[in-house]
């Protein structure tokens, strides 16, 4: 049974995309002020919204973890991990199966950080023993890295086992949990997490703008005169919002108040457990309408999350991606292309402000385009 979007929609084309994402009405609306005016009722949001996210992790200050908000994408996040939290001395191993891993290797090449990469396929999850193995051949690795949901393919990664294997070894982890965080749970203290990055515009469904880290406290102080640059400095980012409830430099603002809204709205629909089963359904739904269309999906179903999902594109040589998009696009459906290196695929979102509904209407988009296009598959 599908449900209909019950808030109001723009006619924006729907976006099926890992991120930015198709947002409601009511959050794109809650945008429509001047921030900067009230001032004390702003860095009481900004409070309240790092309360929250602690809260959605399960965690508290209590418990002993910050949330730190940060200026810019996700990406600016997870730099500002690297760039503060690991020390002069530190070496950190990347695991790596996709565009956003080997993101990660680039970030400390760039601030000279040394690093390992653990790369397995782009189609294999991360190798708790073989990450094992390396942690105990090479006592210099002080930080673990790992991409939860790596939406270059959409694989789940097994961060349960790579937070066992860190914690058996007593080192550090850091979470790419981005396109995961507000749909699947993540129980931080369980796993080990010691730092996770994610972003405003993934499935919280807010408006790019800033990223935000959870942190644990006692590494975040820890991290004193750490820090490689200025402005991703995150303990005194985090500094700034204790002492006076302000970010450093000029805040993301009406991001800030579209994701007060969005949190709201995850709130209203029961949290971060039925965000995901709403994802999960449009996923299954997804999948059971491509096939039809005799389309295949790259991962093994073992692997595959509901985030986003690749499938191989058809063998018909009719087929010609950039034209298949701008059909779609012309009938309001904003796809993504493929970032494989070993497979020619794109990719599906089941993210963001969208139903079963949405999927729906998607996939007769898809059958009609490839009527137009004269391409006959499965
Ligand atoms: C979206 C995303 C990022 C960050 O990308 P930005 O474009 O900087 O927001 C990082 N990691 C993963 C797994 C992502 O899905």
Not at 310 to 329: A, G, I, K, Q, W
Not at 350 to 360: L, N, P, Q, V
Request: charged content about 20%; hydrophobic content about 40%; glycine content about 8%.
């Amino acid at each position: 049974m599908s449900k209909p979007n019950p808030l109001p929609s723009s006619h924006d084309k729907l976006l099926f995309t890992p991120g930015p994402l198709t947002t409601s009405l009511s959050v794109k609306q809650s945008m429509l002020h001047d921030a900067g005016s009230w001032h004390f009722d702003f860095n009481a949001k900004v409070t309240s919204i790092r309360e929250r996210l602690l809260g959605i992790a399960g965690v508290s200050r209590t418990s002993g973890y910050e949330c730190v908000l940060m200026q810019g994408s996700g990406t600016f996040g997870v730099e500002a991990v690297f760039a503060t939290c690991v020390p002069r001395t530190g070496k950190v191993v990347v695991l790596s199966n996709g565009a956003y891993g080997e993101r990660m290797a680039l970030m400390l090449q760039h601030l000279q950080i040394e690093h390992t990469v653990l790369r397995t396929s782009e189609y294999s999850p991360n190798e708790p023993a073989a990450l094992d193995s390396l942690l105990t051949a090479d006592a210099a690795i002080t930080h673990v890295a790992v991409v939860h949901c790596e939406t270059t393919t959409g694989i789940l990664n097994p961060i349960d086992e790579v937070g066992a294997v860190t914690r058996k070894h007593g080192r550090s982890l850091i979470i790419d949990a981005m396109s995961s965080f507000g749909a699947i749970p993540i129980d931080l203290p369980g796993i080990g997490v010691d730092f996770l990055i994610s972003s405003a515009n993934k499935c919280i469904e807010g408006v790019p703008g800033f990223s935000f880290v959870i942190a644990r406290r006692e590494l975040l102080l820890a991290s004193e005169g750490h820090a490689r640059c200025l402005s991703l400095n995150l303990l005194e980012q985090w500094k700034a919002f204790e002492k006076n409830g302000q970010f450093r430099y000029t805040p993301p603002t009406h991001s800030i108040l579209a994701f007060e809204q969005a949190l709201n709205e995850l709130d209203l629909e029961g949290g971060v457990v039925a965000r995901g089963e709403r994802y999960r359904r449009n996923h299954v739904k997804l999948l059971a309408g491509m096939k039809t269309l005799g389309l295949r999906p790259f991962l093994d179903p073992k692997v595959q999350s509901f985030i986003i999902t690749s499938f191989h594109c058809p063998t018909d040589p009719r087929f010609v991606f950039s034209h298949f998009y701008s059909r779609l696009s012309e009938k309001g459906f904003i796809i993504y292309p493929g970032k494989l290196t070993q497979a020619e695929t794109f990719r599906i979102g089941s993210i963001g402000r969208i139903f079963e509904s949405d999927i729906r209407s998607l996939l007769a988009a898809i059958e009609e385009t490839f009527a137009e296009l004269g391409i006959r598959e499965g």
